[in-house]
């Protein structure tokens, strides 16, 4: 199959074929989610949650992205490769650009940052100097402590605005992805119908470009909280490669997510 690149994601969003997405941190899940049909790995700072224990994303280190950035490149899957730049690590452009750097060395493709209007400096530097960018907006979890907790963002007229205003900041600053979490479905909707770049949901609703999920929460191996746009794909499965197969199909049909899994 023909490797999925940045530009390949927005011939699929132009063409309507949804992106599956999912995060992945190591070398054999890599090779499982690439043979699945997965489109993006995304070594997400949910590593924090998932395999360290934390119970924020604040902890994760650049380091600790760029570590499992190789282990996953080693499998050299046809999915793009997307890492997480870690909270602290893109407070200046040239910062950001440096951190980057470092991840794009240990295989990323794109880099994530979190972010809206403030950042577009940052992002303009990165995309000048070929680091493609996604950004991720609405509930950032790397503002826990700044929002008092996670919470659905952009519920109110003035807050679905700062949405709106923060994705056309990201894509006209050159970013070449928009990732909403946890906005309710018709602002969702209302930013995917305004930007022409693909945009991704996680608690965002059935009409972005496509959709992502935290590897072991759509396996029912995460043992916290499992928020609402959460889904156990292993449900009636009987392989974990079944499992991601079925969320690659419910994304690609628009079965998934349901309203149930949304705001
Ligand atoms: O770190 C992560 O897994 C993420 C996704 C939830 C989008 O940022
Ligand atoms: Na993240």
Redesign the pocket.
């Known amino acids: 199959r023909q490797a999925i690149t940045v530009p390949k994601l927005q011939t699929m969003r132009d063409a309507g074929e949804k992106i599956a997405m999912l995060?992945c941190y190591d070398a054999s899940f890599a090779s499982l989610l690439d043979r699945a049909g997965v489109d993006v790995l995304?070594i997400?700072?949910?590593l924090g949650n998932v395999l360290q224990g934390q119970t924020t994303?604040l902890p994760v280190s650049l380091d600790d992205i760029a570590y499992h950035t190789a282990c996953v490149a080693r499998a050299q899957p046809r999915a793009l490769i997307a890492a997480?730049l870690p909270f602290g690590t893109y407070g200046t452009p040239a910062e950001a650009f440096a951190s980057s750097v470092k991840l794009m060395r240990a295989g990323a493709q794109m880099v994530?940052l979190e972010g809206g209007e403030w950042l577009a400096d940052t992002v303009r530097f990165l995309v000048e100097r070929s680091v493609p960018v996604c950004a991720?907006v609405g509930l950032t979890?790397q503002s826990v402590h700044a929002f008092g907790g996670f919470k659905v963002q952009g519920k109110t007229e003035a807050g679905a605005n700062q949405l709106m205003r923060d994705a056309l900041a990201m894509q006209n600053a050159g970013a070449q992805m928009v990732?909403m979490?946890a906005v309710p479905t018709l602002v969702a909707t209302d930013v995917t119908k305004q930007l022409r770049v693909p945009t991704i949901g996680?608690g965002a609703g059935l009409e972005c470009s496509g959709q992502?999920l935290?590897l072991h929460d759509m396996l029912g191996i995460f043992p916290g909280k499992r928020p609402r746009f959460v889904k156990d794909f292993m449900q009636g499965q009987p392989s974990i490669f079944a499992a991601v197969e079925a969320y690659v199909r419910a994304v690609k049909d628009g079965s998934f997510p349901g309203p149930e899994h949304t705001f």
């Open positions: 995060t995304l997400g700072d949910s994303t997480d994530k991720h979890p990732l979490e996680i992502v935290v």
